[in-house]
């Protein structure tokens, strides 16, 4: 959707190697999110924002920090990437906590 | 934790017959959202209801959140090849975050 860019949007690493996945929004939204999709999981949270330096934990955080130091930028860290950790990625944003979220095109990062 | 599980886990349909997929939540919900997400692409935002026993309708697709506030359904009437992708409903108890479903994927035979 227009106002929510994802990149890379495929990136293959080896293991034990740092990722970084980048999200960014024109939106001026305050909450950002990161979610994994898996076959059979459907979208997982893995951190979430509320606003610039306010981050939080997800259900499936192990192995993954984030940073957002502007509102328009939320980075997702794998610090060591493992194979569990092959997965498509989504950033979503939203402007209130019960709104409909808009999601970027995906990462799809596969750890090898 | 919560849990929100959506049947059937997949559907094929004939073009022109009716599609229901179903959600429901281990807790009460303060609202439930569905999102559509075409194969290959991401999830889209489709509507969002709030009240017990809420009915919307978007043309073909009719939304309903029960009375309990516990479980919801979609509806598509009359498939058509457009309707292809995977649906998800996503609950939300109170403040927390957006908890979504499996999802159900529809495959309409032409």
């Known amino acids: 959707d227009a106002g929510i860019t994802q990149s890379p949007r495929h990136k293959v690493t080896e293991t034990g190697t740092p990722v970084t996945l980048r999200c960014h929004q024109t939106?001026?939204?305050?909450?950002m999110y990161w979610y994994r999709q898996d076959p059979g999981h459907g979208l997982r949270l893995i951190h979430y924002?509320?606003?610039?330096?306010?981050?939080d934990k997800g259900e499936v955080s192990d192995g993954y920090s984030v940073s957002r130091s502007k509102t328009e930028d939320f980075l997702l860290t794998l610090e060591s990437a493992t194979s569990s950790q092959t997965s498509v990625y989504f950033c979503?944003?939203?402007?209130?906590?019960?709104?409909?979220?808009?999601f970027g095109s995906g990462t799809r990062l596969t750890v090898v | 934790g919560q849990q929100v599980m959506q049947i059937p886990q997949y559907q094929h349909v004939q073009e022109g017959e009716d599609f229901t997929t179903y959600c429901n939540s281990s807790?009460?919900?303060?609202?439930i959202q569905w999102y559509k997400q075409r194969p290959g692409g991401h999830p889209v935002f489709l509507i969002q209801?709030?009240?017990?026993?809420e009915v919307k309708k978007q043309k073909r697709l009719t939304f309903q959140f029960g009375e309990a506030k516990k479980n919801s359904s979609l509806h598509i009437t009359a498939t058509q090849t457009t309707d292809v992708g995977t649906y998800f409903c996503?609950?939300?108890?109170?403040?927390?975050?957006?908890?979504f479903g499996t999802g159900t994927r529809l495959t309409v035979i032409p």
């Open positions: 979503a944003i939203s402007d209130k906590l019960r709104d409909g979220y808009t």
């Open positions: 209801l709030v009240k017990s026993g």
């Open positions: 924002s509320y606003g610039v330096k306010d981050t």
């Open positions: 996503a609950g939300q108890a109170g403040a927390n975050n957006l908890f």
């Open positions: 939106e001026n939204h305050r909450y």
């Open positions: 807790t009460t919900l303060s609202n």
